[in-house]
């Protein structure tokens, strides 16, 4: 017969006494691997998390560029007011990732070879960054079309071109 060549299994009730014995055993184990599991995706979220806020930051920067006056002629005074604001940048951006939280300035030739310098920041130190910081220097935003704050629209209201001026 079958019950010759195979050896009869235990009870359901006795397989599940057996499985609680292991389980009980081995608790401390079970329970250390499931917290580290746990930490382990918590960091994981976090990282994420602060990646994409890193992300979002630096796809929000707003550049300013310089515009000086024909007679512009810094002195020292006024270096260290514009290194001053620079420096103020960071604490108005607030809390964002140390990666998109720096001021960049930047000096380039422009396609009339004139030389262009400015500098760019957080969006949330836009504020601070369009103040100007030299004497006789105008600050304007680069892109303006990117700069939300710098167009003002009323609804209902034509601009003044399309009305006739004053």
């Known amino acids: 017969m079958l019950s010759d ?7 359901a009730g006795a397989g599940f006494g057996i499985v609680g014995e292991v389980a009980i055993s081995h608790v401390a184990w079970v329970l250390t691997a499931s917290a580290v599991a746990v930490a382990l995706l918590c960091w994981v979220a976090a ?3 602060w990646r994409r806020r890193t992300a979002q930051a630096l796809a929000g920067r707003r550049r300013f560029t310089m515009v000086p006056a024909a007679s512009f002629d810094p002195q020292l005074a006024d270096i260290r007011q514009a290194a001053a604001r620079l420096s103020q940048a ?4 607030g809390s964002i990732p140390q990666r998109a939280a720096a001021t960049r300035i930047w000096v380039t030739a422009g396609a009339d070879g004139q030389l262009e310098y400015g500098w760019e920041g957080p969006e949330r130190a836009a504020s601070v960054l369009r103040l100007a910081s030299y004497r006789q220097v105008e600050v304007l935003a680069v892109g303006a079309a990117r700069d939300r704050s710098s167009q003002v629209r009323f609804e209902g209201v034509a601009p003044l071109a399309e009305r006739g001026g004053w």
């Open 5 to 11: 060549v195979v050896p009869q299994g235990l009870g």
């Open 90 to 93: 960071r604490a108005a951006a």
């Open 47 to 49: 990282a994420v998390w």
